[in-house]
């Protein structure tokens, strides 16, 4: 993700949700995870509505696949209810719209580095959800898949501002379960391992050498390999709840812990 300042304007859906297609949204959909979710969405008959700062990338891709994009900064209360003012129904959300800053010790920690990770990935998730719950109960047949990563589910040095910021989103879904049991709506977190997208770039505050470093010598996972698994649960039959699903390349083990070829 990047700072670039868009503005508050967004584009017309090419396909109008009242049309028959039901309504998904996709936060961080600019590129990478984000971007490759909202195709497979659209190509399983869903209205995409993409969300995320970078305008102009969402505008191109929703006219490619008969979306809609308005500008989304989940960091942002007013952005994010000026987002949701053009989404009167929903039946999925996607909560991908997260990232790393930094790979530093506590002892050498950047507070600004865990304020932006804790309000992206906790805050910015908390502010879709509860936002977007009515309309999603409302649906009959709601969807919330929140994208966290397998630093959800371990601790690892240098780590701790990300790994911190994703055990707490993580938390905050699975919550989420047990508090609308009964309601017309199913929640899946999805695990991601190694992904090669922007993320390390990102972290990295754009050291591309660095950012491809942490991919040498395997495999990672495509944002396509995650796309995948996030449209396989939500056009899982409506009686089908996927809690979980953690993937990571052949070639990882654990966050720390990876096969590498010389």
């Known amino acids: 993700m990047t700072h670039d300042q868009q503005p508050q304007h967004h584009t017309p859906p090419t396909t109008s949700p009242a ?12 590129a990478g995870i984000g971007e490759a979710t909202a195709r497979g969405l659209a190509e399983a008959g869903f ?3 993409l969300g995320a700062r970078r305008l102009d990338r969402c505008a191109e891709l929703a006219a ?6 308005h500008r989304l ?23 991908n719209a997260g990232g790393a800053r930094g790979l530093e010790r506590v002892a050498e920690s950047d507070e600004d580095n865990w304020r932006w990770m804790w309000e992206t990935n906790v805050l910015g ?11 999603l109960i409302d649906s009959g047949d709601g969807h919330v ?6 630093a959800a589910l371990e601790a690892y040095d240098n780590g701790s501002g990300y790994t911190s ?9 699975r919550t989420l379960r047990g508090e609308h049991l009964g309601d017309p709506v199913r929640f899946t977190e999805i695990c991601p391992g190694m992904v090669e997208t922007e993320f390390s770039l990102v972290r990295f505050e754009g050291d591309a050498a660095r950012a491809d470093a942490v991919y040498q010598g395997l495999t990672p996972l495509t944002a396509q390999d995650v796309a995948e698994a996030i449209v396989f649960a939500v056009t899982r039959p409506s009686h089908v709840n996927i809690d979980q699903i953690v993937l990571k390349p052949r070639d990882q083990h654990s966050a720390t812990r990876a096969h590498r070829r010389s």
């Open 165 to 173: 910021a994703k055990h707490a989103q993580a938390v905050l879904h």
């Open 73 to 95: 900064d989940v960091t942002d209360a007013e952005s994010v209810d000026a987002f949701l003012a053009e989404v009167p129904t929903c039946r999925v959300l996607v909560n």
């Open 47 to 49: 209205h995409v509505v």
């Open 19 to 30: 049309a028959g297609k039901p309504v998904a949204v996709v936060t961080g959909a600019s």
């Open 125 to 135: 998730t908390l502010r879709m959800t509860r936002s977007l719950l009515p309309r």
């Open 64 to 69: 490619e696949i008969g979306g809609s994009a």
């Open 145 to 150: 898949v929140t994208v966290t990563s397998i």
